[in-house]
């Protein structure tokens, strides 16, 4: 089942504590992105990959690392997060950039910062 | 890239057509109209593209204007299960164009029993 996967599904931390959230896709898709999503600010794209080891930042990329070592992978790092970061987080891919293709989504990280 | 702007929110009887529509002035010609929705807190869903034809597929239909300036999703028979934001987004298209999706705030639309 063509799938993107993030884990974990709920993260409750304390500020100043680094976190990593996964995210990961079955389907050989080129570009992944990051979407934060808070009431009243609707889905934001945080940062962007076309390819292995090509990453970009998206509209809110501060306070946030990405790596794209491998195709199917793309993390989320968090080196220290505070109270602001608390948010929905979504990992999306889809086939390749400039094609008409659809993004999948992943099911959500709900991340809480005290 | 081109912005969209949709209604903030709509109500629909079940069973009824649901009409959302979506205006998108500053459309460019490789620009895609593209659909999607999120059910509560989900991630959001695809449901559906086009360029500038007319599309349909199982879950709805696109009506693109002529002049590519609006468009419209209909979802033929609401049921409850449909009640959740839908968002209008337009995409480049093109090889080497950055992918960069832009998500507005959509409208959340509520099927009524």
């Known amino acids: 089942e063509a799938q993107v996967t993030q884990n974990p599904r709920y993260l409750i931390t304390v500020t100043g504590k680094k976190l990593t959230v996964t995210c990961s896709q079955n389907?050989?898709?080129?570009?992944m992105s990051w979407y934060r999503q808070d009431p009243g600010l609707g889905l934001r794209q945080i940062y962007y990959?076309?390819?292995?080891?090509?990453?970009d930042k998206g509209d809110v990329p501060e306070g946030y690392k990405v790596s794209r070592k491998e195709k199917r992978n793309f993390p989320l790092i968090l080196e220290s997060p505070s109270p602001n970061q608390t948010s929905l987080y979504f990992c999306?891919?889809?086939?390749?950039?400039?094609?008409?293709?659809?993004?999948?989504f992943g099911q959500g990280t709900r991340l809480t910062v005290v | 890239d081109a912005k969209t702007t949709q209604p903030p929110s709509m109500d629909c009887a079940e069973g009824r057509a649901a009409n959302l529509p979506c205006n998108h002035s500053?459309?460019?010609?490789?620009?895609?109209v593209y659909w999607y929705r999120q059910i509560h807190s989900q991630g959001p869903q695809y449901i559906i593209h086009g360029l500038k034809n007319n599309e349909t597929n199982e879950m709805a239909s696109l009506i693109i204007t002529e002049d590519r300036k609006s468009s419209t999703l209909i979802l033929p028979h609401a049921t409850l299960r449909d009640t959740a934001v839908y968002y209008c987004i337009v995409r480049p298209s093109g090889i080497g164009s950055y992918d960069k999706v832009i998500f507005g705030p959509g409208t959340s639309l509520s099927v009524i029993p």
């Open positions: 500053t459309i460019s010609g490789n620009e895609y």
């Open positions: 990959s076309m390819n292995v080891e090509v990453t």
């Open positions: 999306a891919s889809s086939l390749g950039t400039g094609l008409n293709t659809e993004a999948f």
């Open positions: 389907m050989n898709h080129e570009y």
